[in-house]
């Protein structure tokens, strides 16, 4: 087989009357570069039993010169994952050409029954853009369901696991489960093994799984990967900070949200490095050929998946974290061109090598969106997490002070004197300190939730405008407060800072 783009290349293809059209693997299209046309209108597979592919839409055709026996002759075919094979010429070949094909000499073969047919007939997407709107059409397969399900291919970015020198075998045990839990994880390995995100395996290690339950109250499997995480050398590959990031989008003034579903699913585990995911149910043991969560480089590995992929665009129109993207504008009219733009839209990045196939799983465009925990417009903290905070009972134990002491750290940007009032709840999660609820933890516990629900509102720092700063000190403790004046005239809290002084100290100051 040859394109205008590439030399004769030999491509193991099998011909299957089965089949009603031409099918060539996406794999060897991205191998060999070959140019790939949109089709005006998506296709879907029909199998021999009458249902749905689980290869999901397809999106593209290609036209390659084929010769066989020294007939030469240019043959469309629809790109769409076929399994083991590169290529199936089917029905629409045959019926055309009307090759006389020598079964005897050996040059040509069916495989094995089960894998002779990929499907009885491929047909139109009966509506398959109803749920996109018009504006996004042309992006529509980065948006399908079905495709999700293929198998993302190789890349430079597979995550591979190396393992610490002293490192030895780790395996745990099999948790037990409900039966409704049991359901679950019968329908999670069917899925996961149709679609090959996972096999069946032979390692010897195994992690244990258990569920947890979503916010929906629908069951997530949850592999336990805590011991293979210990043998793990790490990658330091870091994170932005998210108030890094908010300060990108002070100027913004609408916004485009881009969930990837699933998002480290779109990323395979390096080829070699599969066993060592492997985890062990009542059902057996499998092991992942994507990326799962839990495990310790996966933040990293995907965050520097995803800064490659959008590094012209990174904090110009587009900001990133882990599988949230963030396509802003501070001029409404230049917005559609940051996100469908030729040369520096956001969206063509998700469709182009490496695409990240229908990765997309909610997409709005908003001048009110939130995202990674914030309102943008108002600059304020997200309000279901200050809901979560007002309606937190009282604690009873140590761990639940720590819990709620983890949750409001989160929102302690915007409270001011933070520490000087969460300082009596701190002191309860001393090692060795007895538990005492008395008057100034209660006082503590309830200031930081009357304060979550008055907090005042930030705003984010522009270095083109001259800075504030008040600063108060004590024997005990010193504190400032950073603040800008805005468009309205007032000034506005950028940050606070409260710095209390230690034992030792305070006792030399005393001197």
């Not at 430079?156 to 002293?166: K, Q, S």
């Not at 258990?210 to 069951?219: A, D, E, I, R």
């Amino acid at each position: 087989m040859t394109d205008q783009n590439n030399p004769a290349e030999n491509i193991k293809t099998l011909i299957d009357s089965g089949a009603t059209s031409n099918f060539i693997s996406p794999t060897i299209v991205e191998k060999l570069q070959i140019p790939k046309k949109s089709l005006e209108t998506p296709r879907v597979v029909r199998m021999l039993d009458g249902t749905l592919s689980e290869t999901g839409k397809i999106w593209h055709e290609v036209e390659i010169t084929v010769g066989i026996q020294n007939h030469i002759h240019p043959i469309s075919f629809l790109v769409c994952p076929i399994g083991k094979h590169e290529a199936i010429l089917g029905m629409r070949w045959l019926s055309s050409k009307n090759p006389k094909i020598e079964w005897s000499n050996g040059i040509i073969t069916f495989p094995k029954e089960e894998s002779a047919a990929i499907a009885s007939e491929e047909e139109p997407d009966p509506n398959p853009l109803v749920l996109i709107p018009p504006k996004y059409h042309e992006f529509a397969q980065v948006f399908g369901e079905e495709e999700f399900k293929v198998l993302p291919p190789h890349r430079d970015y597979d995550i591979g696991i190396e393992l610490t020198p002293e490192a030895s075998l780790f395996h745990g045990p099999i948790y037990g489960m409900t039966d409704a839990e049991s359901r679950a994880l019968k329908e999670h390995l069917d899925t996961k093994v149709a679609t090959g995100k996972i096999r069946p395996s032979k390692s010897p290690a195994g992690a244990p799984v258990m569920f947890v339950k979503k916010p929906n109250g629908s069951l997530r499997l949850v592999v336990d990967y805590q011991k293979l995480n210990e043998v793990t050398v790490k990658d330091v590959y870091p994170l932005p900070r998210q108030d890094d990031l908010m300060a990108k989008l002070r100027d913004a003034k609408i916004f485009t949200k881009l969930d990837l579903r699933w998002g480290y699913n779109n990323v395979q585990i390096k080829e070699g490095n599969e066993w060592k995911t492997a985890f062990k149910t009542k059902y057996g043991s499998f092991e992942y050929l994507v990326m799962p969560f839990g495990l310790t480089n996966a933040p990293a590995a995907f965050q520097q998946f995803m800064n490659n992929l959008f590094r012209d665009l990174l904090d110009i129109t587009v900001v990133v974290y882990l599988d949230d993207i963030l396509i802003f504008s501070k001029d409404p009219a230049e917005h559609s061109k940051h996100e469908r733009g030729e040369r520096h839209g956001a969206l063509p990045n998700l469709v182009k090598p490496p695409e990240l196939h229908s990765a997309i799983s909610q997409l709005t465009s908003d001048p009110k969106r939130e995202s990674i925990g914030y309102n943008l417009t108002q600059k304020r903290m997200d309000e279901k997490k200050v809901e979560a905070v007002t309606l937190w009972l009282t604690p009873k134990t140590v761990k639940q002070v720590q819990a709620f002491l983890g949750f409001v750290n989160y929102l302690r940007r915007f409270i001011p004197d933070f520490s000087s009032v969460a300082r009596p709840l701190h002191n309860l999660t001393q090692k060795d300190k007895p538990w005492k609820w008395e008057g100034p933890e209660e006082y503590s516990f309830q200031e930081l939730k009357r304060r979550v629900t008055n907090q005042p509102v930030l705003a984010h720092s522009d270095p083109n405008k001259p800075y504030f700063l008040e600063t108060n000190a004590s024997g005990l403790a010193m504190g400032a407060i950073l603040s800008q004046r805005l468009e309205d005239g007032r000034l506005h809290p950028i940050a606070y800072q409260l710095i209390h002084a230690s034992y030792g100290t305070v006792l030399y100051s005393l001197l």
